[in-house]
């Protein structure tokens, strides 16, 4: 049974990042003058009852674009949600066809993003839900060398990418929870007391098991390429978060992608969800959404050493 009760509220979500990319808010300065660009939004398929979601787009070297999104009739309680894909071409008015750009049969694929390498490869990242939990996730990528023909790209490569948050890991969890406790919970009143440190002791609990904080880490918003500066070489780093958890992680490669290693986690009461950028002086952000208790805010995180 299609689970979508709104279509409308599925088919923006695909919307909404194109109309920022096709320019709905920059500005053109030439001449000394501001000039406003084109705002235009536009279908990439007819409207459905299934269920569309967690888009992410790219601009190909070319000037296409190429956009994924997952499908499927749920999200991750639903096992046959796939990673779907369309392009538009350079100069075109109208998008391809949809296609599929993964599929881990028999599992939810969700939570798709895509960014071009300094090697001018194509990376998709997702997630495959083992046991249909959040907290299940195994990450996922392909990589593609040959992306810039008419329809689906032709992955080079496949793989898994396993993080192994060490010890390190769990004392920096440990040390927040009972700075929250001590901070923040005994302010609660005597209900809700109760729950958090409940909820705090089940944080201290999964921090110490390795196999939980090795697992469960999702994509959502595009990685970062930082190029090398004085001292440094190439540097990606994948924004991730967890659901278990309700807090965010940075994957870290200095290789291309072929070895990675975990950040100290970004301790918080539900930040997600972290979209990383770049600031003039070289400073990393991460504004994260926030699942934590009232009020909501977008919550922000700062790193000065790359």
């Given at each position: 049974m299609h689970c979508v009760k709104n279509w409308r509220e599925r088919v923006i979500m695909i919307l909404l990042v194109i109309s920022v990319l096709l320019g709905g808010m920059t500005m053109v300065v030439q001449k000394g003058k501001a000039e406003a660009s084109l705002y235009k939004a536009e279908l990439i398929f007819p409207p459905e009852n299934w269920h569309?979601?967690?888009?992410?787009?790219?601009?190909?070297?070319?000037?296409?674009?190429?956009?994924?999104?997952?499908?499927?009739?749920?999200?991750?309680?639903?096992?046959?949600?796939?990673?779907?894909?369309?392009?538009k071409r350079k100069?075109?008015?109208?998008?391809?066809?949809?296609?599929?750009?993964?599929?881990?049969?028999?599992?939810?694929?969700?939570?798709p993003c895509m960014f071009i390498d300094h090697r001018q490869r194509l990376w998709l990242l997702w997630i495959a839900v083992l046991a249909n939990e959040w907290h299940t996730s195994l990450l996922r990528?392909?990589?593609s060398t040959n992306y810039l023909r008419p329809t689906v790209p032709?992955?080079?490569?496949?793989?898994?990418?396993?993080?192994?948050?060490?010890?390190?890991?769990?004392?920096?969890?440990?040390?927040?929870?009972?700075?929250?406790?001590?901070?923040?919970?005994?302010?609660?009143?005597?209900?809700?007391?109760?729950?958090?440190?409940?909820?705090?002791?089940?944080?201290?609990?999964?921090?110490a098991?390795?196999?939980?904080?090795?697992?469960?880490?999702?994509?959502?918003?595009?990685?970062?390429?930082?190029?090398?500066?004085?001292?440094?070489?190439?540097?990606?780093?994948?924004?991730?978060?967890?659901?278990?958890?309700?807090?965010?992680?940075?994957?870290?490669?200095?290789?291309?992608?072929?070895?990675?290693?975990?950040?100290?986690p970004l301790v918080s009461l539900g930040g997600v969800q972290p979209s990383i950028v770049q600031k003039r002086d070289g400073t990393l952000v991460a504004y994260m959404r926030d699942n934590g208790p009232p009020p909501k805010r977008i919550l922000k995180s700062e790193s000065h050493d790359r």
């Open positions: 569309n979601h967690g888009s992410c787009i790219v601009e190909l070297p070319n000037g296409d674009l190429l956009v994924c999104w997952y499908h499927g009739s749920g999200e991750r309680r639903a096992d046959d949600v796939l990673i779907e894909g369309a392009r100069g075109s008015n109208r998008w391809s066809n949809r296609f599929i750009m993964a599929d881990t049969i028999g599992f939810p694929d969700c939570n990528y392909q990589i032709r992955w080079t490569m496949s793989d898994i990418l396993l993080l192994k948050p060490g010890d390190e890991f769990a004392l920096a969890v440990m040390k927040a929870c009972d700075e929250d406790e001590a901070n923040y919970v005994k302010k609660l009143p005597e209900g809700e007391r109760e729950k958090a440190l409940a909820y705090l002791a089940e944080r201290r609990k999964n921090a098991d390795r196999f939980f904080r090795r697992l469960g880490w999702m994509t959502r918003a595009h990685p970062v390429v930082l190029r090398g500066g004085e001292g440094f070489g190439t540097r990606i780093i994948v924004p991730l978060y967890s659901d278990g958890f309700d807090f965010a992680i940075m994957a870290i490669s200095d290789d291309d992608g072929k070895t990675w290693q975990a950040s100290l």
